[in-house]
C-alpha cells in the first residue's frame, strides 16, 4: 500500500522554524523523487521545493529560497523540509508527492506526481 504521511506542522510565530517529515512507505523510495508542494485558503496550489532520488540535486521555489532547505534519508524513508525565518504567508497546508523519476531537479522540479500525502497544516502568527 502506497503511503506518504506528513508531520511536523503547527503553529509558529514569524521569523520562527518548523520542520516537515514525509515519511513514506509501500515502494522503493529511492525510486522517486520527491516534492513539497503548499495550498493557502483561496489560492492555487503551489510548488515549494523538490529533490531527486538519489539526493544529489534540489531546487525550491523563488518565494522560499534562502530559508527552506529539503532533504532526505533513504535509509528512512523521509524526506524532511526545514522552514526557517517563516513569514505569515508561508501559512498553507503542506503536501508531500512522489514521482518516479532517476534524472535531476536542479533546472526545474517535475510538474506531475503519482502519489500524495493528505497534507499537514502550518500557520504563522504572532
Known amino acids: 500500500q502506497l503511503q506518504l504521511v506528513e508531520s511536523g506542522g503547527g503553529l509558529v510565530q514569524p521569523g520562527g522554524s518548523l520542520r516537515l517529515s514525509c515519511a513514506v512507505s509501500?515502494?522503493?523510495?529511492?525510486?522517486?523523487?520527491i516534492g513539497w508542494f503548499r495550498q493557502a485558503p483561496g489560492k492555487e496550489r503551489e510548488g515549494v521545493s523538490c529533490?531527486?532520488?538519489?539526493?544529489?540535486?534540489?531546487n525550491y521555489a523563488d518565494s522560499v529560497k534562502g530559508r527552506f532547505t529539503i532533504s532526505r534519508d533513504n535509509a528512512k524513508n523521509t524526506v524532511y523540509l526545514q522552514m526557517n525565518s517563516l513569514k505569515p504567508e508561508d501559512t498553507a497546508i503542506y503536501y508531500c508527492?512522489?514521482?518516479?523519476?532517476?534524472?535531476?531537479?536542479?533546472?526545474?522540479?517535475?510538474?506531475?506526481?503519482?502519489?500524495w500525502g493528505q497534507g499537514t497544516q502550518v500557520t504563522v502568527s504572532s
Open positions: 509501500g515502494f522503493t523510495f529511492d525510486y522517486y523523487a
Open positions: 508527492a512522489a514521482l518516479q523519476y532517476f534524472g535531476t531537479v536542479r533546472y526545474m522540479c517535475p510538474r506531475e506526481y503519482n502519489y
Open positions: 529533490i531527486s532520488s538519489s539526493g544529489d540535486s534540489t
